[in-house]
Antibody, heavy 123, light 112 residues
């Protein structure tokens, strides 16, 4: 069974750093993109970016470029999302999802999602 | 970036009645291969999102037949023929034509 296990909730202060994880199982990790999606409290979904574990190719949303860093550790089948200096506006739930090719050229969608990691940034 | 706009944002429905959600994109999602790169996701209360519809109208695996979707270009619709209690949640359309992918604001379906 394909699963994405995300790390637990975090409570941090502004300015602190953070790295959350998404551990994949049940499939070949290096052959599928991983997407990150944010949901701020009471708000909708926002696409953060995608990373390809095979070669760490990535694409960021301009809204998140420079604000977060995606990475992977192939030996652990794990993808990461990290911040070097958190802001209160980073508060939200962060989902990872497997980003799969759906048939037509360049068409991808998110078929399996993790349960999300809640990040709270507050002084 | 492509902007996605949904309506209505709130949708109270009586069980057994139909429901319809509209989604509009700021530019055409029709690819030159003839497919519309538009997906629908449902986020049930307390859960992660799940895909309902791929490529504008293709039900994802396991999605009940009461869900259907149509549209092309910039205008799309998700329909539920007879709403059931388990259908409550937030419905999102999402364009998958170009990065950054973008979601609509979400439509909250609730039972009357």
């Amino acid at each position: 069974e394909v699963q994405l296990a995300q790390s637990g909730a975090e409570v941090k202060k502004p300015g602190e750093s953070l790295k959350i994880s998404c551990k994949a199982s049940g499939y070949i990790f290096t052959k599928y993109w991983i997407a990150w999606v944010r949901q701020m409290p009471g708000k909708g979904l926002e696409w953060v970016g995608v990373i390809y574990p095979g070669d760490s190719e990535y694409r960021y949303s301009p809204s998140f470029q420079g604000q977060v860093t995606m990475s992977v550790r192939k030996s652990l089948n794990t993808a990461y999302l990290q911040w070097s200096s958190l802001k209160a506006s980073d508060t939200g739930i962060y989902y990872c999802a497997r980003h799969v090719h759906g048939g037509p050229a360049d068409y991808y969608y998110m078929d399996v999602w993790g349960k999300g990691t809640t990040v709270i940034v507050s002084s | 970036d492509i902007v996605m706009t949904q309506s209505p944002l709130s949708l109270p429905v009586t069980p057994g009645e139909p429901a319809s959600i509209s989604c509009r994109s700021s530019q055409s999602l029709l690819n030159s291969n003839g497919y519309n790169y538009l997906d629908w996701y449902l986020q049930k209360p307390g859960q992660s999102p799940q895909v309902l519809i791929n490529l504008g109208s293709i039900r994802a695996s396991g999605v009940p037949a009461r869900f259907s979707a149509s549209g092309s270009g910039t205008d799309f619709t998700l329909k539920i023929t007879r709403v059931e209690a388990e259908d409550v949640g937030l419905y999102y359309c999402m364009q998958a034509l170009q990065t950054p992918y973008s979601f609509g604001q979400g439509t909250k379906l609730e039972i009357k």
